[in-house]
């Protein structure tokens, strides 16, 4: 399996640093034939060693100029031009592009029939009609396990295990900043030092807006109502409050009246149509949702058929949302061995 690296941060290197360690996990073994970055050079040529890769931006912080794979292809023309099977697209999360230029690397690929893997839930929030209908036109795999809650196989269960039923609601605590922030303030703290100590565990950017502002969860909430749901919405369609105003003593309060104040994520059809809410609610103690602590993450989804479905994750970090894309990539090299599309 030939594969192109579009982003090549945290997630890409530990991916690269489980699949170096065990070629075996993926059918026929991986072959890197491009790595690009944003701002550490990139790279292009059959037979790239990820290894080595990693090694060079942990001594160096970038590939060498004088690298023998070294290019000035931009990472578009990659997509449109190398000999590749498949692409993962690792690059961040761009609400101000709509998703951009992640969704031009992933069309560019679909519409070569090349399979595509993705963490960036930026497409799949802006464009999964889209994007779906090209992979479907062109035989081509569009996987996306680790765009929400980190690689727990939430896209998987609904594809595989919900065969039958139609999706109705789902709701859950989708990001794990602002549930540790909420907890933070419910100790007293302030909103400061909660996104302080996200920052120093490494879960909470350097620019923390995002999170706090609740536009984290308007994405993974239009991505779960675009798949799950068949809607046609943006983050800009979802209805959104952040967590930016909320207080210790409004925190505590919520506490000793046997709530837990969470950033919620909701969808549910009315009629036609999806309706669609990120905002901070006053969960009952006795709920799933108030015994996610720290940075872990639940969803529900309620379908026509069966009670609710509840999937729970605890504390995931950089190994889950390596581990999500490396279940898509295995799934693609399975499905290329026995002849059929995921």
């Not at 690929?109 to 799949?124: E, I, S, Y």
């Not at 149509?273 to 015994?291: G, I, K, M, Q, Y």
Request: proline share 4%; glycine share 10%.
């Amino acid at each position: 399996m030939k594969v192109l690296f579009i982003g090549f941060g945290n997630v890409a290197r530990r991916l690269a640093e489980i699949v170096s360690a065990d070629p075996s996990l993926i059918d026929g073994g991986l072959e890197a034939v491009g790595i690009f970055t944003r701002s550490r050079g990139s790279l292009a040529g059959p037979g790239l060693d990820l290894a080595r890769a990693v090694d060079d931006l942990k001594e160096g912080g970038s590939f060498a100029a004088d690298h023998r794979a070294a290019t000035t292809l931009t990472p578009l023309e990659a997509s449109e031009t190398l000999d590749y099977d498949v692409l993962v697209e690792l690059s961040p999360l761009s609400i101000e592009g709509r998703g951009e230029p992640a969704l031009s690397h992933i069309r560019a690929a679909l519409k070569r029939g090349r399979a595509v893997v993705t963490a960036n839930k930026g497409p799949v929030a802006f464009a999964f009609g889209e994007l779906q209908a090209l992979a479907s036109a062109r035989n081509a795999p569009f996987l996306f396990e680790s765009a929400v809650m980190d690689g727990a196989p939430l896209f998987n269960l609904a594809r595989a295990g919900l065969k039958g039923c139609r999706v109705q609601a789902f709701s859950g605590i989708l990001n794990g900043t602002t549930n540790a922030i909420l907890a933070h303030l419910e100790r007293g703290g302030t909103l400061a030092e909660g996104i302080a100590a996200a920052q120093a565990a490494g879960i909470a950017e350097a620019d923390p807006s995002h999170d706090v502002d609740g536009w984290d969860g308007a994405a993974k909430t239009a991505a779960l109502a675009n798949v799950l749901m068949g809607a046609d919405v943006t983050p800009f369609d979802v209805s959104r409050q952040g967590i930016g105003a909320i207080t210790a003593t409004e925190a505590r309060k919520a506490l000793d009246e046997g709530r837990r104040l969470k950033l919620v994520c909701r969808g549910r059809r009315r009629g036609s149509s999806v309706e669609t809410s990120v905002a901070v609610e006053a969960v009952p103690c006795d709920d799933p949702f108030a015994l996610v602590d720290a940075y872990g993450a639940i969803v529900r989804i309620e379908t026509d058929r069966m009670h609710p479905v509840v999937i729970a994750q605890e504390g995931p970090d950089l190994n889950d949302t390596a581990y999500g894309v490396l279940n898509d990539l295995i799934e693609i090299a399975q499905g290329a061995r026995k002849g059929t599309m995921p």
